[in-house]
């Protein structure tokens, strides 16, 4: 049997890199990681992804996977232990929506806040406590994952929003985590976080807030 | 055996909608088709798609699944007859691959050109022919469809791109579908275009470009 040749290249600060680092993570597959630039883009981004140059991308065997939610589907494929999507198709269309949720709703207010000027900080950080009480319904509570014992596909794709929450929090000094307003999202965000399994991926929390409070204050424009 | 339920609620002008259409008419499914109205939604569309508020949506057996790259799975792992994702795990990520990129670029490019002032024409007609180009590479010269013998998912996702493009050419009076920038797509679009499974599906030519000559005409403003 031929040896998998399995590389990641990665940007330590996404949340989309971080996705595919728990997938693998949890599959037990053996990977080398390499970090790009996102200032000066390797000759092999732009290779392995001439249409959006974008990480993560998963080289598998040579060939490239790109987009952290169809690499996510293609290691669910490929390696098949710990399954990270449930047999069902109804099921399976709910994982990805609330993954895709996430990336149409929690993305972009990322991107707006981290861009924001202080006068509009509560404006926004009232709208993201409404897309997180949205996220909250995707929760069971009496499942301790959405995959029932398992770590799941939904849970990687959306652990990192609690992750980056806080992040936001420390960096703004707004409140995005209420306990009257999410209070379910966020002991579960807490008790995913703690995990193992989840912490040995997660980018230092300290070096985020450093990296993300330098891009904030070059990047603070009104819009 | 119980029988299957199965509605869709669209609109017949909606592209997402068209999708849908295609899958379920390539996989020989019957099902009650729903019209809802964009400006006066539906308390059916807004109890089976509280998040989003859009069509398509498809409720099978009672159960609503929303998104039309994901209704597409799910009718793809629901009716076995006549698969639309291939096997192989790199393929079927191609596949979702294109299939995101008319997502995300040659949609927005429709809302802004439906927007647009005749000074403006000309810089997003040729924005537009760029995307098309990128969009060609997703051909293979040797193979009638994506699938290869058959029409796939990624054919059925992408298939609509073509028609609206014409309808844009048509009421603009700017030239998408340039045979010099992209002869192997327009050849495509044209064959794939006139095959009767897919031409009882699409939305009547002039009632689209009279409907979106309308929409064009009174929201036509700078941005």
């Known amino acids: 049997m031929v040896r998998d040749k399995v590389k990641l290249l990665g940007i330590w600060q996404s949340p989309f890199t971080l996705r595919v680092k728990l997938a693998l993570s949890l599959k037990g597959v053996e990977y080398e990681y390499v970090e790009d630039d996102i200032l000066n883009k390797s000759p092999m981004l732009l290779q392995y992804n001439p249409v959006y140059k974008k990480v993560p991308v998963l080289v598998h065997n040579g060939k490239p996977i790109v987009e952290s939610l169809m690499i996510m589907e293609y290691v669910d494929e490929i390696w098949k232990d710990h399954p990270l999507l449930p047999e069902d198709p109804f099921e399976k269309a709910r994982y990805r929506f609330w993954a895709k949720f996430v990336d149409d709703k929690f ?14 900080k509560e404006n926004a950080a ?55 307003n999410t209070p379910l999202l966020n002991m579960w965000f807490r008790y995913v976080l703690d995990l193992q399994v989840i912490k040995e991926c997660l980018p230092p929390f300290d070096k985020l ?15």
């Not at 807030?209 to 009104?222: G, I, L, N, S």
């Open 209 to 223: 807030v450093a990296h993300y409070t330098d891009f904030h204050e070059r990047h603070m424009t009104a819009h």
């Open 126 to 180: 009232k709208e993201a406590r409404e897309i997180l009480k949205t996220l909250e319904s995707c929760l069971n509570p009496n499942k301790p994952f959405n995959g029932g014992q398992n770590l799941s596909f939904m849970d990687i794709a959306i652990v990192w929003v609690g992750y980056y929450a806080q992040m936001l929090e420390k960096m703004l000094h707004v409140i995005l985590l209420d306990d009257e």
């Open 107 to 120: 993305v972009p207010m990322i991107i707006r806040m981290l861009r924001i000027t202080p006068d509009q």
